[in-house]
């Protein structure tokens, strides 16, 4: 296959939206995962209801408002001195560990990122983990006013890299991400992180698997690394 | 206010989604309620991604995928001789215990279902559980083959019934069917059970609490028998 240019999801992806944990446990204590967890599972849930309510608000908004639930669902009252922190570390994520070694062996290649995020969350994101030393293009669904999975937001791909659909490999750790850049036309690598042995959780059974929906990537992988041996 | 017709959701809010616990248990010992969980939270995200998707399918597809995906999260194989009797179980739900007592008092009413089931789960619910006494209408999103809470499912209820949006009292258990209805410009009374001081799970925590998206139910009772005090 001819592949002209690799298109990455961000959140899950190439950054670790686990990583929040560190600064979720104290600001929480006890409560820390319970935290992220809701916080993640709420906040995919919004993105798709406010799409399907045609009431769309961006990411940014999208992110505080499902922070809100998930501390009130864990009995914690969404101050500013909880909320604040746990909302800056959205824009400082960690890379996964091996996002640099994969990306910086990609090198030459186009590489950009395909993102629910706003413009302004992606680049800091970018800015502020270095990854913006590879990565030279961030889309933002926030110009379609849509989430994914919806095909618009894939579509966006196409015009600003000038790539055919039929040459692009995208790639995503999210099962709901891989079936709607399958569906949508894209040749699609989904990365499967093992959970490493840790007793499964209700959370990691809800995301971790294949979806149902009848679209199945072209290639799972474990990490990013091993994307340089598909091309 | 004059309310014209009072509009029921069916599942979680007339109908017990729980109550096939005692189906799933002798069937995947020891993972019932994982399996109940992870299915009813699944057939929910199912119905969204197929929408935002644009690739509809019908309710009874939409269910036995998830129940697919939650038995093999659960380490549990989907045979036939597991997935059919979960499967009818769904045509054979309990009603909750206060549905018959709540529908008796509000009779002489115009009462009505609207829900995701395919015409066909919802006519056998019905039959199956005597709730046809008082419900005289069923209504399907499979007519606009769309998902609560999009907007298309709600407008089904004026044609139909005859009445004015503003005339519907809308009645779910289900948060995100409260903000849908509450969206559409329904008058809307949210029904929040007690969880009886069980211990929360992450299930009910994800399910059982008011949603930040902006819209709030005009009433709030734990109870279908608290209906006929509110008119």
Redesign the interface.
Known sequence: MTIAALVFDAYGTLYDVQSMLAKAEPLCPGKGE?VT??WR??QL??T????????YEDFWEVTR??L??AL???GVEPEDTVRTPLMESYLHLDPHPEAREALAALGGRKLAMLSNGTPRMLSELLANSGLDQWIETALSVDAVR??????SCYALVESALGVAKSEVLFVSSNS?DV??AK?FGFRVAWIRRDAGGAA????G??RG?A????HAPDHTIPALTDLPALL
Request: hydrophobic share 45%; no cysteine; net charge neutral.
């Open positions: 319970l967890q809701l599972l709420k849930e919004y798709w209801l406010r799409s399907l309510l045609q009431e408002a499902a809100d639930f009130r669902a864990a849509a989430y994914k999975p919806h095909p709901f079936v709607g569906t499964p959780t209700l959370y059974m809800l698997r979806e149902e929906l009848g």
